[in-house]
């Protein structure tokens, strides 16, 4: 959350920066703007909630904490391993491999390794949601979401009513999982825009 606001503070957005967070981005997008809500003049959230006390966990976990990068011997080896998280098909093959060709690097001593940051596991805190932070919110307030995701459903959506106190527009995608852009891409930037509008 406090690497949000430095982010906000350093590319000089002031105080009109809409921030667009997705999965668990969102939630360390609502901590932001719970911590620094003068830097916002609109949140959008992803596919991107806090799911009901009563709902179960869902079956995959959304980050490999612990996890180490693996080195790979080749380039196209790494990018042949590239999978979403959580596991799930998408149509437009082409924009995976984009993202994977851009994802991995070439490691000292040799082979290739994805660019992510090992140190992850041990300095991220506080992960959990936290119904305080979603009644907290007083900035502007939307959400798009995937009518098929694994990791959002209407339970979490009336949840989310309940908790945050302020009405906000919500609008689901039809055709889109958890990765609601890469499933609905041209959809997608279509809800954004009509989203930013809305809110004003």
Not at 99 to 113: D, F, K, R, T
Request: proline residues 7%; hydrophobic residues 40%.
């Amino acid at each position: 959350a406090e690497e949000i606001a430095a982010v906000i503070t350093d590319a000089g957005f002031g105080t009109n920066t809409t921030v667009v967070a997705h999965s668990f981005g969102g939630y360390q997008a609502v901590r932001a703007a719970n911590l620094y809500s003068e830097r916002f003049a609109k949140l959008i959230l992803v596919d991107s909630g806090i799911r009901h006390p009563d709902d179960p966990p869902p079956e995959h976990a959304m980050m490999m904490m612990g996890v180490r990068s693996k080195v790979y011997p080749d380039k196209a080896g790494a990018i042949q391993r590239f999978r979403l998280q959580p596991p799930q098909s998408c149509d437009n093959e082409y924009i995976l491999r984009h993202i994977a060709q851009n994802s991995v690097m070439p490691v000292e001593g040799g082979g290739w390794s994805w660019k992510y940051d090992d140190d992850l596991p041990s300095a991220i805190q506080e992960t959990e949601r936290n119904p305080e932070d979603y009644r907290g919110i007083g900035v502007p307030l939307g959400l798009i979401y995937g009518n098929d995701s694994e990791l959002f459903s209407q339970r979490t959506l009336a949840y989310m009513r309940e908790l945050v106190p302020q009405e906000f527009p919500a609008v689901g995608l039809e055709g889109a999982q958890h990765h609601v852009f890469l499933d609905q891409p041209l959809a997608f930037i279509d809800a954004l825009r009509d989203m930013v509008k809305t809110l004003g």
